[in-house]
Every structure is written in C-alpha cells, then in structure tokens.
C-alpha cells in the first residue's frame, strides 16, 4: 500500500501509486500555479482589520460580498467606508490600485469616488498598512514613495509616512 519514508527529522507517507506511471522520459510539467486573488485580498483585508483594532478602531464587517467597501470603521465621532488593497513593493515604491476590476465579469474597472471614503493599502512585503482619504484617490493606480526619489521630484509625491498607521 504505502511505505514510511524517513529522512532526517522528518517523515512521510508515501504512495507507490504515486510513483509506478513514472519514469525518467516523462517530462516533468511544473506549472506555475494560478495565483489566488481573492486569497490575496482576504490576507490583506485580515491583516488591515487586526492594524485598525490594534490602534484602537472599533471595526465593522458588512454582511455579504456586494458592497463597494470592505470595513466600516468607526473612529468615535464617524463611521468611514474602507476599501482595502494589496500593496506591491517594487524599489521604493509601493504600486496599488484605486479602482476595482471584474474582468472576468465582461471586463470592467470602476474607480471608488464617492463610495467609499478611505482606501486601506497593506503592503505584504514591509508588513505596514497606510491609510488614504479619498482626496487622495486616483481613477486607476496610485504609488506612494518610501524615500527620496533619485530625479530629486518633489512635487505631486504621495509619501508613505503620511499615511502610515502607527
């Protein structure tokens, strides 16, 4: 049936069915997994509610997936609609977009104005989450700058540190 493999520390069970239709001709197909979306964005959604309850918002979970926002936030004296996003850093500079996208859907990307009232960016790679309002909001992708660009450009730069949350 199977045999227990042991190498060091640890041990398996395997299958010889596993291996009986294999043989040193076959070529081996390693397939890139298709990446997971929505396992992407409940990772950042997760991880931006555990940073909003750690800095003292109460937090809320709109019931079902049809909503233009993802939280609800309630910072003592208002309740904020928030939409999260995951950051990519590329140098330094984290990439994030201000617009939903359902290609699968017929193929469409609606930006959030007006429905939503900040947008939540968890960037994986440096484990920070910053906070836009939406005056900062842009109808496709959005950047914010870690350091010091090397052109010296000052202006129209969304820095990072300001929308930080501590």
């Known amino acids: 049936m199977g045999d227990l493999v042991r190498f ?21 197909c390693a397939e890139r ?46 309740i904020l609609r928030v939409q999260v996003k995951t950051g990519r850093l590329h140098g330094e500079v984290i990439s994030y977009s201000c617009q939903s996208t359902h290609w699968h859907r017929g193929g469409s990307a609606r930006p959030y104005f ?30 914010l700058r870690l350091s010091e660009p090397a052109n010296n450009q000052r202006r129209r730069i969304r820095w990072a540190r300001e929308f930080e949350l501590a």
């Open 8 to 28: 060091r520390g640890i041990s398996l069970l395997v299958q010889d069915a596993l291996f009986e239709s294999i043989d040193d001709t076959t070529p081996v």
């Open 114 to 143: 007006g429905q939503v009232d900040i947008i939540a960016v968890f960037c994986p790679q440096n484990g920070k989450v910053y906070l836009l309002p939406e005056k900062e909001f842009v109808a496709t992708r959005a950047h």
């Open 33 to 78: 997994p298709k990446r997971n979306t929505k396992a992407i964005g409940d990772r950042s959604e997760a991880a931006v509610l555990s940073a909003l309850v750690r800095t003292g918002y109460a937090v809320s979970i709109p019931f079902g997936e049809n909503h233009r926002y993802d939280l609800l936030i309630d910072d003592g004296s208002r």
